[in-house]
C-alpha cells in the first residue's frame, strides 16, 4: 500500500526489502526527497496491547524494541549520509492503560504507558521540550531508562525520538473495502505490487533494492506512471 501510494512520486528513490545492513529495521525502507523510511513491524493476531516493557525488555538474544529501533536509525544513518533516517514501528496494539513504566515518586496520575506516551514521548517527538529539564519530573525515572536501553547518549537520543514514529493501531490493508472503480483498481495495484516484492525477496540474485524505475519496469506501468491523469493511476494521496 505505501509503494503504490508513493510509487507516483517524482521524488521516490528506490525500496528496500529484508535488507540485512538495515539492522531490526529490514522490514521495508522507502527513500525519497532525501529521508529514508524504515520500518518494523509487530503485529499481535488480535492486537491487544503494548506496554514500557515491550519496548524496553528483550526477548532471548533480541535486544528490547527501542533499542533495535535505534540500531537501525544508527545504521542507515551511517550508509546513508545527507538523508534524514525516520525509524517506524508499526503495530496494531494500543499503547497500555494498565501497565506503566517505572515512575519516581510522587507517581504521575495517570501512571500507566499511554500517558507516558502523550506527556513525555510525544511533546519531546513534537519538539516542544528540548531536554530532560523540560519533561515532568514524575516522568524522569522512565525517560532514565528509557534512554539508557536505547544505548544512545542524550543528544543522540533526542534527535533519535524526533526521527522514531510509534504507530500503534494500525490497521492492515483490507481489499475490497470500498465499492467504486477507483478502490478496484487501487485493490489490483497493490496485489501487484506485493507479488513483484515477494519475486525480488526470493529471486536468487537477492536483490534488496528497487529504484523507482526499476519497480516501474517489473511493474509494466511506465506508460501508467508517465500519465498525469488522476483517473488513469487512482492513488488516494494522504
Request: proline share 6%.
Amino acid at each position: 500500500e505505501i509503494v503504490v501510494r508513493s510509487i507516483r512520486r517524482p521524488d521516490l528513490l528506490w525500496i528496500a526489502i529484508a535488507d540485512p545492513k538495515a539492522g531490526r529495521v529490514d522490514d521495508f525502507q522507502i527513500a525519497a526527497d532525501r529521508t529514508i523510511d524504515a520500518y518494523q513491524f509487530k503485529w499481535s493476531g488480535y492486537g491487544g496491547n503494548f506496554s514500557y516493557v515491550d519496548l524496553t525488555k528483550g526477548s532471548g538474544s533480541a535486544p528490547g524494541l527501542i533499542k533495535q529501533l535505534a540500531d537501525g536509525w544508527t545504521k542507515l544513518k551511517e550508509q546513508n549520509p545527507g538523508f534524514r533516517v525516520v525509524v517506524h514501528l508499526v503495530t496494531n496494539e494500543q499503547p497500555s492503560t494498565s501497565v506503566g513504566p517505572p515512575v519516581s515518586k510522587p507517581a504521575p496520575v495517570p501512571a500507566h504507558f499511554s500517558a507516558f506516551i502523550e506527556q513525555a514521548w510525544k511533546p519531546f517527538a513534537n519538539g516542544h521540550y528540548t531536554s530532560e529539564s523540560d519533561l515532568p519530573e514524575t516522568w524522569r525515572t522512565a525517560w532514565k531508562a528509557l534512554l539508557a536501553a536505547s544505548g544512545l547518549n542524550e543528544t543522540e537520543f533526542l534527535q533519535f525520538i524526533r526521527d522514531c514514529k510509534l504507530e500503534f493501531g494500525a490497521r492492515p490493508y483490507v481489499a475490497g473495502s470500498g465499492g467504486s472503480l477507483e478502490d478496484a483498481r487501487f485493490d489490483k495495484d497493490v496485489r501487484e505490487v506485493t507479488e513483484k516484492i515477494f519475486e525480488a525477496v526470493f529471486d536468487p540474485q537477492l536483490i534488496v533494492r528497487l529504484t523507482r524505475e526499476e519497480l516501474i519496469g517489473r511493474l509494466g506501468w511506465k506508460s501508467r506512471v508517465e500519465m498525469h491523469n488522476i483517473h488513469a493511476f487512482p492513488v488516494d494521496e494522504l
